[in-house]
């Protein structure tokens, strides 16, 4: 369990303990422009204890745009929302990166640029629906549409809305950035067999599949530099409708692979989630999984599912990984590092209010101190609902 708490060297950032806080859309950007706002920025800096924070995904344009509210990193009004943000994570001590995001097919006209089709590697509508705004604001759930598969000549175009995203992510003052590439978006939808079935230079044998992430990854460490540029993978995932035939073979080549590039780190989701709650029956081969990608990766490994303080503890003590992330339990606890140091009770998430709305579910989730009546408990007056 204290191996929780040594200190860690990540690229050039020294991180004060081992406990990351995972990335999660929390849907409460200023509307209309999808702008972070000071309500955000104080819900970053009351989780500064963390080792690192990983933003909630961001869309790199309005392409990548999947859910109504989400923040993005494609604007200087989005910069200058995240200016706040950063600038209050570290006033509290805190290291921000944020997380790179384009949906690809899970995304709807509604949230497009002039109502166009969602983009995808392949036209194969996911299965679910849609999370968008009507015209008033009120949030609504339509079914999916069949994407439109992108064609080769784009692939230079995707690039380049990570680069700007990239750029954007620096001039906003974070201290790297997360490729996001998990949980069925459009990097992973590249991936997977089920969602690529293209037959050119992207589709097809595991190398071709996982080229546009690396040409992604190339050209973000290109902005970035050594140590500033996490990846993030889903093997296993099946949100979003995925899956892949062979993941040992295809996670086994993208770790590999991704040793070319002198990352800060690769972030593995191990599948023990699905939708919101943790799933009574784990993929029996992510073990195998777990130990392909560190067999053949060399640099520092997160993983992410499941973890509490004692899993945390063998984790790292057993070299499964080098940091430990943490979703839901760093959502409903501002303070969890102190709560795992002291072995405190956690306070449990409340789902009804992960995404969209204003403070409450948000701000309000109480510290140990504020509950033990030495601090006054947070307050959320002056930020209403978004
Ligand atoms: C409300 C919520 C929002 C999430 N948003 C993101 C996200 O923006 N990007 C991402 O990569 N994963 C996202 N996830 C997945 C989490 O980062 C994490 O992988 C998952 O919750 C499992 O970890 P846990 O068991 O510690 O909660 C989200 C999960 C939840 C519950």
């Given amino acids: 369990m204290t191996a929780l708490f040594t200190l860690f060297q990540l690229g050039p950032l020294t991180l004060k303990n081992r406990i990351i806080m995972a990335p999660l859309t929390r849907s409460r950007s200023q509307q209309p422009g999808n702008i972070p706002t000071r309500m955000n920025a104080l819900y970053y800096a009351q989780r500064a204890g963390a080792g690192l924070i990983i933003s909630e ?77 009507d015209e008033s604001g009120a949030p609504q759930l339509v ?106 073979a295809l996670f086994g080549h993208v770790a590999e692979r991704l040793n070319a590039f002198e990352l800060a780190y690769l972030h593995v989701v191990e599948p023990v989630i699905a939708g919101n709650a943790t799933t009574e029956t784990p993929d029996p081969r992510a073990g195998a999984v777990l130990k392909r990608i560190r067999e053949n990766y060399r640099g520092t490994l997160i993983v992410c599912g499941g973890y509490d303080a004692a899993k945390a503890g063998a984790a790292l003590g057993g070299g499964r990984a080098d940091l430990i992330a943490f979703g839901r339990a760093f959502l409903a606890n501002p303070d969890l590092p102190e709560r795992l140091r002291v072995g405190a009770a956690l306070n449990l998430p409340d789902p009804n209010t992960f995404y969209g709305g204003g403070p409450q579910g948000y701000l309000d989730y109480p510290t140990l101190a504020q509950q033990r009546g030495e601090q006054p408990m947070p307050d959320c007056g002056g930020f209403e609902p978004a």
Wanted: net charge negative.
């Fill in 143 to 248: 079914p999916f549409v069949p994407p439109r598969a992108l064609a080769i000549e784009e692939m230079p175009y995707l690039v380049q809305q990570y680069v700007h995203g990239a750029k954007n992510a620096q001039a906003a003052g974070f201290d790297g950035v997360e490729v996001h590439a998990a949980n069925g978006y459009l990097l992973d939808q590249f991936l997977n067999s089920s969602t690529n079935q293209r037959e050119d230079a992207y589709g097809g044998p595991v190398e071709n599949r996982a080229r546009l992430l690396l040409e992604v990854v190339e050209a973000v460490c290109g902005v970035w530099g050594a140590g500033r540029v996490g990846v993030r993978l889903s093997p296993l995932g099946t949100f979003n409708d995925m899956g892949d035939a062979d993941p040992e």
């Fill in 57 to 133: 995904a961001t869309q790199i344009s309005q392409q990548g745009q999947g859910y109504a509210w989400t923040p993005g990193i494609h604007t200087p009004e989005q910069v200058a929302g995240w200016q706040l943000v950063t600038a209050a994570v570290h006033e509290a001590g805190g290291l921000i990166f944020a997380q790179l995001w384009h949906v690809g097919r899970v995304s709807h006209p509604a949230l497009q640029p002039d109502g166009q089709l969602p983009v995808a590697p392949s036209a194969i509508a996911p299965g679910g629906l849609a999370f968008i705004a």
